[in-house]
């Protein structure tokens, strides 16, 4: 007879179900499989700044929300792990039914990415499913899993994520759950998922942690070293994390001579290496996740000096189409291997930079070589041909290889060149920077060359004369003749800016005598030029004219359009400061045409502030803003602050003319302003008489003279007699009005006499109807009467707006 066992046919099926169907019936009871509720790490102290990153967190887990994936990414070594441990901390009890950590191992090691359908077994057995019945097929347990989560309040972490394909099954989906993601990854392709982007810590909340982590108290004298410590860590927990622990465990370390070891080590990454959470343990572990040409670009990258690069540069570095480079970079960024800066510019981390320029040490010198090669090529290229859009005269073109760079940039407009210097000067600088360093001495010449003209118009002065100065030096040293011609052209046109008129006329006397020399009649014609500037600011006009028109003559007989443009404008000047002010306006219009024609959109703004210039001295004041403000659209759509700052100072002129005193001391006075930050001791002369005839004409007599005597000061330091002769006037007008006369007369006479030596007809005129004028209240009305007349025919022999009045203010007084 059969004994009979109750629930033995319920124990077949349960066999039965695990599969357990060719051997023998087990019928012993299992226990029940025992719930796992809380698996987090726990939590640390030392997580600082994050409390913005922190609050995204915890507020996604509001009753009512709409988020149900955080996917926390950043750089190897940021800290993710301590923020969501942080956070998971801080949502605890609001998940009572299972608060779950995950080490999915992306970046583990010694360890492979965690399986998906690994993890999930682990899951379902901490939900309290027997192993036994759980599924076999990836699809099976990601069903099971989010059946068993359905309806319940779980917390799920899944740290250190490779992709979203390793994530997407982990992911529970009842309304109550909430997933926060760690990756080095920028996990755009998980749908719904709120990004949380960790960047590392501002400098203060890396002293912070620092110190923290140290055992340190903070004192004043350690502080400089600390903030050393702390940026030669790129402000990156981790690396702060290790070299704050060495310290902890050092207490005879000052901190003081560890800032000074760490920043005097070659091996920066080798100073943070504690075992297996050593930052460029970290780092490899990124890298190698990389296929082989991303990781030849990224080491790459790691020779690139300067802060920051394109598409465009890239791919000079790397060899590689600009297409493929932009795709490659952005590849690099998804996996925070590289930032970026603004659209389409990344940068690498420091101790990112440092780890790739130590592996790329390991390929080949020549590989290295022709890369750097490549890059400068690319550099020198681009500069060039944006300083040549923005030039005022030709420059001799330096050898820069046959082959235009496949990746270079077109640059086809002004606005265009300015930009690209604009963003790129610093990787030409850094690059100069390096080429001098490793003896690279043509392409140091002509880096400094391509820089020319933006360290120019930007107002960057000092640093370009320290630059220029060095290109003479090595250019010489080479014995490359046109080289060191060209950058003692370029020391005299910064020496100009910066009113240094006799050192100004040496260099272009030295560079003229090169320019013969080798035969070079562009540098010859530009030297000449250079030469006639100087004699036109030193207000010597007969000899500017003639060095003008020798320019104008070589320019012609070389074809060179540019030059010739640029020599007549400023000839025109020079006419006009003797007063020929039909002459003037001629050689203005023959310039502006040359430039339009030429498409020089940035030398056609001088052109029409120059006619501006001359039509509002002869008295049409409409006609002369319409000019001013066309001239003022175009250079600040390029970006040429002195020429932006000209035209302002010639604009508040008129509308002070006009009687808008307000809006001429705005113009005024943002002039100024720029003057003073580029050094340009002329324009700011000219924007402070300017402003205190304002301050004149709006009856404020003792703020006029401050400011006159100023401006006086200036253009005596600076030689410039035209400027003095003209604030003279000035300064004679105001003590007229104040009641001074005699000190008014001797203004306006030594004004008159400084006119008649460098032949200014309009200060002259203007001496001698200020001089008249102080006569007539001193009682001698009889030469008061031969200057006035003396001054009508002045004004009306050049056409000035002044004559009515004064030939008004001589009937008056008859």
Same mark, same amino acid.
């Given at each position: ?12 099926? /349960? ?19 025992? &719930? ?57 009890? /609001? ?92 996990? %755009? ?105 991303? /990781? ?15 598409a465009s540069a890239a791919a000079a570095l790397d060899d590689i189409p600009v297409s493929t480079a932009r795709r490659e970079l952005d590849a690099l960024y998804t996996v925070h291997l590289i930032d970026e800066t603004a659209p389409g510019r990344y940068r690498l981390h420091d101790l990112l930079r440092d780890y ?47 082959? &235009? ?17 604009? &963003? ?129 003559? %070589? ?42 024609? %030429? ?109 006159? /005597? ?102 008056? %007084?008859?």
């Amino acid at each position: 007879m059969t004994e009979f066992h109750p629930g033995a046919n319920d124990q077949a099926r /349960q066999a039965n179900i695990a599969g357990d169907n060719d051997g023998p019936i087990n019928m012993q009871m299992t226990p029940p499989q025992r &719930t796992v509720t809380d698996t987090l790490p726990r939590d640390i102290s030392t997580l600082v700044a994050r409390d913005e990153e922190l609050q995204w967190i915890v507020d996604a887990a509001e009753p009512g929300r709409t988020v149900s994936v955080c996917a926390v990414d950043g750089m190897p070594g940021v800290g993710k792990t301590a923020l969501v441990t942080r956070a998971a901390h801080r949502l605890a009890d /609001q998940f009572p039914d299972g608060r779950f950590f995950v080490e999915l191992n992306a970046h583990t090691p010694g360890q492979a990415p965690a399986e998906p359908i690994d993890v999930l077994a682990g899951l379902l057995s901490d939900l309290g499913v027997d192993p036994r019945v759980v599924p076999k097929s990836l699809q099976d347990r990601r069903n099971m899993w989010r059946t068993r989560s359905a309806g319940k309040r779980v917390l799920l972490i899944l740290d250190d994520a490779k992709d979203t394909a390793q994530i997407e099954p982990l992911l529970p989906t009842g309304r109550q759950c909430l997933t926060l993601v760690t990756s080095r990854r920028r996990l %755009i392709a998980l749908d719904g998922a709120m990004s949380v982007p960790l960047d590392p810590l501002t400098p203060r909340a890396a002293i912070e942690l620092f110190y923290a982590l140290a055992r340190r108290t903070p004192t004043a004298s350690d502080t400089v070293a600390a903030r050393k410590i702390v940026w030669l860590c790129g402000y990156l927990p981790l690396a702060i994390v290790l070299f704050a622990g060495r310290l902890a465990h050092h207490p005879a370390w000052t901190i003081a001579a560890t800032a000074i070891e760490f920043a005097s080590a070659r091996d920066r990454l080798g100073e943070l290496d504690v075992g297996e959470r050593a930052v460029y343990a970290a780092f490899t572990m990124s890298y190698q996740d990389l296929p082989a040409h991303q /990781q030849r670009l990224f080491r790459r990258l790691g020779l690139h000096p300067g802060p920051d690069i394109d598409a465009s540069a890239a791919a000079a570095l790397d060899d590689i189409p600009v297409s493929t480079a932009r795709r490659e970079l952005d590849a690099l960024y998804t996996v925070h291997l590289i930032d970026e800066t603004a659209p389409g510019r990344y940068r690498l981390h420091d101790l990112l930079r440092d780890y790739a320029r130590t592996l790329a040490e390991e390929d080949p010198a020549h590989e290295r070589s022709q890369a750097v090669g490549r890059l400068f090529h690319y550099y020198q290229h681009t500069a060039h041909v944006a300083g040549r859009r923005l030039a005022r005269v030709t420059r001799p073109r330096p050898d820069l290889g046959a082959v &235009t760079p496949t990746s270079a940039p077109s640059l086809d407009t002004c606005s265009e060149s300015m930009a690209w210097l604009g &963003t790129d000067h610093t990787n030409l600088l850094a690059c100069l920077e390096y080429a001098v360093a490793n003896d690279l001495v043509p392409s140091a010449i002509q880096l400094t060359c391509g820089l020319s003209e933006f360290l120019n118009l930007a107002g960057l002065w000092p640093e370009a004369i320290a630059l220029h100065e060095r290109a003479v030096g090595l250019a010489h040293d080479i014995g490359d003749s046109l080289d060191e011609a060209n950058a003692l052209y370029n020391l005299g046109e910064i020496r100009v800016w910066t009113d240094d008129y006799p050192v100004a006329a040496g260099l272009f006397d030295r560079a003229l005598a090169i320019y013969q020399r080798v035969g070079n009649r562009v540098g010859e014609a530009n030297s000449l030029f250079g030469l006639g500037l100087v004699r036109h600011l030193t207000s010597d006009y007969p000899v500017a004219r003639r060095l003008y028109q020798e320019a104008v003559a %070589i320019y012609r007989d070389i074809s060179d359009r540019l030059g010739e443009a640029t020599a007549l404008n400023e000839l025109g000047r020079t006419w006009q400061r003797m007063g020929h002010y039909s002459t003037a306006a001629d050689l203005y219009r023959q310039a502006t045409m040359i430039y339009q024609e %030429i498409g020089s959109t940035a030398n056609e703004g001088d052109a029409l502030c120059n006619s501006g210039w001359v039509t509002h001295t002869i008295g049409d004041y409409p006609a002369a803003i319409d000019l001013y403000e066309r001239a003022l659209t175009i250079v600040q759509d390029i970006g040429r602050r002195l020429s932006e700052s000209d035209i302002l100072n010639e604009l508040g002129t008129i509308q002070y003319l006009v009687g808008d005193y307000a809006a001429a001391t705005v113009a005024l006075r943002k002039a100024n302003t720029t003057y003073c930050e580029m050094g340009n001791r002329l324009g700011e002369a000219n924007s402070l008489s300017n402003l205190g005839w304002v301050q004149f004409l709006t009856g404020s007599y003792s703020a006029a003279a401050d400011l006159l /005597q100023r401006a006086l000061d200036i253009y005596r330091e600076t030689n410039t007699r035209f400027g003095e002769a003209e604030v003279l006037n000035r300064i004679g007008r105001v003590l007229i009005d104040s009641g001074d006369y005699p000190n008014a007369l001797r203004a306006h006479v030594a004004a008159l006499r400084l006119a008649r030596e460098i032949k200014n007809p309009i200060e002259e005129a203007r001496g001698l109807d200020g001089a008249a004028r102080c006569r007539i209240q001193l009682g001698d009305h009889t030469a008061a009467l031969t200057e006035l007349r003396d001054a009508i025919t002045i004004y009306r022999r050049i056409g000035a707006a002044e004559a009515d009045s004064t030939e008004s203010y001589l009937d008056s %007084i008859q």
